[in-house]
């Protein structure tokens, strides 16, 4: 049988990341080449995001790019799966003909296989793979480790009920046997829990929620130094699990709690299941429990209903709480949710006032925050050489996540990504450090 090649892009957050790594890993198993650009390939495949507006219009760009691609005979096949394809298959397959094949999120896990016998001509093919065994798109001093599919927490604006469908959690012991694996190189520094809502990990296997339980058994594994917790909803945060952070070097001492909003009437018509009051006592609790820890949170600005008021009293808390990190997204009104019907619809003009203002108003406090670490010790880990000419490399601490925060810029020939280094902040950028290495 001949070499088959194939390229994968991936669109969309780290829970899809981790499915075009098994992709890529069920292919590699099976022979396939992975190439780095999409050229002279037999296979072209994108793993699409459709959670919001902007997100399905990126997909729907990149397919057609590809399909340009195939027209001038630079991929055989094309191959589009995940989110996108799951909400919307019959309407891609009637408008794009030119694509091979749509497979969703949970589709491509039995209909790989098929799939690829039909349209490649293999005759044996089987898509059973390890969690350990995928191939990494990461740095190999960094991972995200995959802990539920699904939710339950059903916000009303929210779609991933109807793409990933109700909570489906991973057993404790694969997630441990996984992480395990992983740490074998010598190499991985850092795992990055990721879920829908971490908080809730467990609760469909177990009866309870069991994020505690697993951190307990991840601290004990001795060659990954950093574990940091993604994607955790105010609503579910124990007093254990913050104590156990806060007790633990291990653990990032980072808190990732998406609260959306602040107002008591936005959040109860978004389903959030929590209150001002409730937001505000968390995270004094939090920044008492943990010392020097770093809150990220995003908001959805132009929720159906949002008054004047209701954004005003937003700024007013961003601005009094000061997060270390914040996203904002305008709200996408996603059919088949809830808030989709709701009334008094928010122009977009005025959505885009209030994300503009809001990211404004962020920049300043960040610009301050990170002015407070100037001529402090920090360990930074470094993620990649942005520069040959002067040897620039980027890094993060662990109050920064992957992709998503600022980092550390530091020169020096001595440095390689992978490195955990200690280093001295000597200044700052709008939102990111520079450092020298101690």
């Given at each position: 049988?001949?070499?088959?090649?194939?390229?994968?892009?991936?669109?969309?957050?780290?829970?899809?990341?981790?499915?075009?790594?098994?992709?890529?890993?069920?292919?590699?198993?099976?022979?396939?080449?992975?190439?780095?650009?999409?050229?002279?390939?037999?296979?072209?495949?994108?793993?699409?995001?459709?959670?919001?507006?902007?997100?399905?219009?990126?997909?729907?760009?990149?397919?057609?790019?590809?399909?340009?691609?195939?027209?001038?005979?630079?991929?055989?096949?094309?191959?589009?799966?995940?989110?996108?394809?799951?909400?919307?298959?019959?309407?891609?397959?009637?408008?794009?003909?030119?694509?091979?094949?749509?497979?969703?999120?949970?589709?491509?896990?039995?209909?790989?296989?098929?799939?690829?016998?039909?349209?490649?001509?293999?005759?044996?093919?089987?898509?059973?793979?390890?969690?350990?065994?995928?191939?990494?798109?990461?740095?190999?001093?960094?991972?995200?480790?995959?802990?539920?599919?699904?939710?339950?927490?059903?916000?009303?604006?929210?779609?991933?009920?109807?793409?990933?469908?109700?909570?489906?959690?991973?057993?404790?012991?694969?997630?441990?046997?996984?992480?395990?694996?992983?740490?074998?190189?010598?190499?991985?520094?850092?795992?990055?829990?990721?879920?829908?809502?971490?908080?809730?990990?467990?609760?469909?296997?177990?009866?309870?929620?069991?994020?505690?339980?697993?951190?307990?058994?991840?601290?004990?594994?001795?060659?990954?130094?950093?574990?940091?917790?993604?994607?955790?909803?105010?609503?579910?945060?124990?007093?254990?699990?913050?104590?156990?952070?806060?007790?633990?070097?291990?653990?990032?001492?980072?808190?990732?709690?998406?609260?959306?909003?602040?107002?008591?009437?936005?959040?109860?018509?978004?389903?959030?299941?929590?209150?001002?009051?409730?937001?505000?006592?968390?995270?004094?609790?939090?920044?008492?429990?943990?010392?020097?820890?770093?809150?990220?949170?995003?908001?959805?600005?132009?929720?159906?209903?949002?008054?004047?008021?209701?954004?005003?009293?937003?700024?007013?808390?961003?601005?009094?709480?000061?997060?270390?990190?914040?996203?904002?997204?305008?709200?996408?009104?996603?059919?088949?949710?809830?808030?989709?019907?709701?009334?008094?619809?928010?122009?977009?003009?005025?959505?885009?006032?209030?994300?503009?203002?809001?990211l404004e108003v962020q920049k300043?406090?960040?610009?301050?925050?990170?002015?407070?670490?100037?001529?402090?010790?920090?360990?930074?880990?470094?993620?990649?050489?942005?520069?040959?000419?002067?040897?620039?490399?980027?890094?993060?601490?662990?109050?920064?996540?992957?992709?998503?925060?600022?980092?550390?810029?530091?020169?020096?020939?001595?440095?390689?990504?992978?490195?955990?280094?200690?280093?001295?902040?000597?200044?700052?950028?709008?939102?990111?450090?520079?450092?020298?290495k101690l």
């Amino acid at each position: 049988m001949r070499s088959f090649s194939v390229y994968l892009l991936n669109l969309g957050c780290p829970r899809n990341l981790i499915d075009s790594e098994l992709i890529l890993g069920i292919l590699k198993n099976k022979g396939f080449k992975i190439k780095k650009q999409p050229k002279d390939v037999d296979l072209a495949i994108i793993n699409t995001c459709a959670f919001i507006k902007e997100a399905k219009e990126e997909s729907i760009e990149e397919i057609l790019d590809f399909i340009e691609l195939k027209k001038e005979g630079y991929i055989k096949k094309l191959l589009v799966v995940g989110c996108l394809p799951q909400r919307y298959r019959e309407e891609l397959k009637k408008e794009l003909p030119e694509v091979d094949g749509f497979l969703g999120v949970e589709a491509w896990k039995n209909g790989l296989a098929e799939w690829i016998k039909n349209f490649i001509k293999i005759n044996s093919f089987n898509s059973s793979l390890a969690f350990s065994e995928r191939y990494r798109l990461t740095p190999p001093h960094y991972a995200y480790i995959k802990l539920s599919e699904g939710c339950e927490n059903f916000c009303t604006y929210c779609v991933i009920p109807q793409i990933r469908g109700n909570l489906r959690s991973r057993s404790l012991e694969e997630i441990v046997r996984e992480v395990k694996g992983l740490s074998e190189s010598g190499e991985l520094k850092e795992i990055n829990l990721v879920a829908q809502d971490t908080t809730l990990y467990g609760k469909d296997l177990y009866g309870k929620p069991v994020l505690l339980d697993l951190l307990k058994e991840l601290v004990k594994i001795r060659d990954i130094p950093w574990i940091r917790i993604l994607y955790m909803h105010p609503a579910h945060i124990s007093e254990g699990l913050i104590k156990f952070i806060a007790e633990n070097d291990k653990i990032c001492p980072y808190i990732d709690i998406p609260i959306q909003h602040i107002s008591d009437r936005i959040l109860n018509r978004m389903g959030r299941k929590i209150t001002k009051k409730e937001i505000s006592h968390l995270i004094d609790w939090i920044r008492r429990e943990i010392k020097g820890v770093a809150l990220r949170t995003s908001l959805i600005v132009g929720f159906p209903g949002e008054r004047e008021e209701d954004f005003q009293e937003l700024v007013d808390f961003i601005k009094e709480v000061r997060f270390e990190h914040l996203g904002v997204f305008i709200y996408s009104r996603e059919e088949k949710t809830p808030a989709y019907a709701f009334p008094e619809q928010i122009p977009e003009e005025v959505k885009k006032e209030r994300y503009n203002y809001l990211l404004e108003v962020q920049k300043d406090i960040s610009w301050e925050i990170l002015k407070g670490y100037i001529g402090k010790e920090m360990e930074v880990l470094i993620d990649e050489k942005i520069s040959d000419k002067d040897y620039t490399f980027l890094g993060r601490t662990k109050y920064d996540a992957p992709e998503v925060d600022g980092g550390v810029i530091i020169k020096d020939k001595n440095l390689k990504p992978g490195d955990l280094i200690r280093a001295k902040i000597i200044d700052t950028w709008e939102y990111d450090l520079l450092a020298e290495k101690l």
